[in-house]
């Protein structure tokens, strides 16, 4: 029963964004089990939208399309639909209270172009009931046709809350299909490869997927089996498997991300956190404070980029500075001491190093970075280099940083061992 | 005559792989003034690639393939272009020669897999002659066919130093084409949408392209024209309307970012900036550092999450955040003033505000942002109402607090106004 994609936009055909939705839509159908057999990308000319529409109703189970549905004029998607369906646009009255709400909400005034957006081929659902997000459904056709945004999250909101949901009712499948996402941090993707070998030969009928994503890697584990008992089953033997092979390196599961694993880590063991950031320029509170209730154990960060502020701020003595210069192991640990004397938290990092792309000399290249630990009387410090362009650097950086501050919670050895 | 681009590999149907490549190739024929009108997704079903050339060949002036062409089982696309086209495969002796000639190099047997590598439609050309590269060209057809393999290095040389060539010699274009992206911050897509209404009556020869790309929005003006020379003058005049209309909201264009554009700016005017931060967490000061050489005019960031912070590192009195809180005009007054006081910096930025998705009460409610900036004796200060997630609010007003330092330097009133 395969079905077909269409992403819509000139900017796809224009080469100028990479169409990262059609990639998204693809792995996420496949790990459900629904195949896709063609995707098809046009720009925002009415008359491809309508052919392309033609075409995969022809021959496609079910469809997807995507873009072409906000208040501008090259949003051409909804009366395209209307067309090749045969199905006259009417106003949506849902869509219109939602959208005439929000926008009162905001003291905004309708245009022509945003009341478009309420106007909805006849006997089109309203996707999201709650927000002014575009997006409907035709599910008294023959087969089920989805429209849905091209704004990437939006999309794939409701891929995973209603798309995925819908095809499961409307197109029953013979088998259950589980999957697991395990995430990881501090291994590369061909030393898990390696580790895994053998998995496919212990487990039949599982399927591993490998999905690299800066700084760290996902792990896909997908099951099949005749009842979902048994995917359970098998999914948590493979885990199992996986976790021991892997060891620390494998930090969460399914939508963690490390900072929110910290987050909670450190919100569950009542433990505060105090930062002193110097080549990282601030992404490690920035991630760290993107998770709603860190001021309950984050205090402060004092991104201190230039010496001066490293003296003024943290303490560091300027000769020790000026002797082994402000990227050394001598200055990370000024750095973790002087912030610990002043935020009293239960753990303190210090990070210095060089993010390039200048800068670099033959002791310290660019890449050199300092990290220290300090909880209580225990410390950690050791040198890291990275290698990479100036943003990845940083996100190495903050990321290794996260990763010990859950290791230091975590593992008792963490400090013994450093 | 716009051309189409065929795609082919089932990892590309399964979201295995994001297809680069077909970006790659539409902006690089876009920037020579080809047009791609269709691009098409197949896996590796030899039907579905025959049917996909059959489709292309109907409606398109010129095709490109990509995929396909190695030596293993899945790779079907010679054999598919030979059925499609009506040409039988023929072995191509130059491919022949080349491809044992490798073998023997590297004393390796040839396999029928790889035998198959020299099999090409009859009256193909082979296109690489020197490497054992897969991919040829169709040249005796009524329309330009290439064939190229999906190695993304391998399509992307093989694309600059034959297709585009090849294709100029074919094709040669009545009209030039051009391009602007000019990037936007602080205007809603419809509000720009609004101001520009009348863009495609003003100018004929103009496409208009939108691209909200959160917190900004991205303007594409494509322009087509006999000459070169008039497609550039056509896109002047319209850049020069669109800035006159949408103002100090156009921060740059083609690939700026806003922390690109103020760091360059405060660069330039060899000012130097300071940031105290609380609700953004570190994000403003992670942006400013992404910049490489921001050291020569960024010192520090005190991100004072806590009120102890504030008052610890920014000198904000205990009593001023007891009798108004943290989040209020008068903390973000004292931060940027304390922070003046320690940095001595040119430009002296503070931000406080409610990011959420707790701590929101009726007076301060989440969203509630105040940004304080101080240069010398001038002092501008502002309360916003940002809506949407934790870190949409984060990102808001760190986008909102970089563009007040753009605009406090390029623009003469921009305190006396405020």
New interface residues.
Partial sequence: MPGELITIG???????????N?????????LQGF???????????QD?IIAALDQAVERASFILATGGL?????DRTSEAAARALHRPLRRDPISWDIISGHLKK?H?PM?P??AKMADLPEGATRIDLNRPRAGFYIGDAAKPIFFLPG?P?EMADMLATFVLPTLEERLPRQRAIGTRVLRIFGLWESQINQRLADLADIFPDLTV?YLPHFPENRLTLTAQAPTSTETDNLLEQAVALVVHRLGHHVYGQEDDTLEMVVGRLLAETGLSLA?A?SC???????L???A????AY?????????D??KS??LQVPEDLIAQHSAVSAQVAEAMARGLHH??RADLNLAVTGL?????GRSETPVGTVFLALLRDEAFRLEQFQFRGT??EI?TLAAYTALDWVRRAIIDDDFFVLG
């Fill in positions: 000139d900017e796809l055909l224009a080469g100028r964004v990479v169409n990262s059609a990639a998204h839509i693809a792995q996420h159908l496949r195949e896709l057999r063609w995707i098809t990308v046009v720009g925002d000319r491809d906000g208040p501008t004029d090259d905001l905004r245009t172009g945003v704004i999250e997927g930062l950031e990282t320029g601030g992404l490690i509170a920035h760290i404070t993107n709603s209730g860190s001021s984050f205090d402060r960060a004092l991104v201190t980029y230039s001066t502020a003024a701020h002043l935020s993010a390039g792309s200048t800068g100036r943003q940083k």
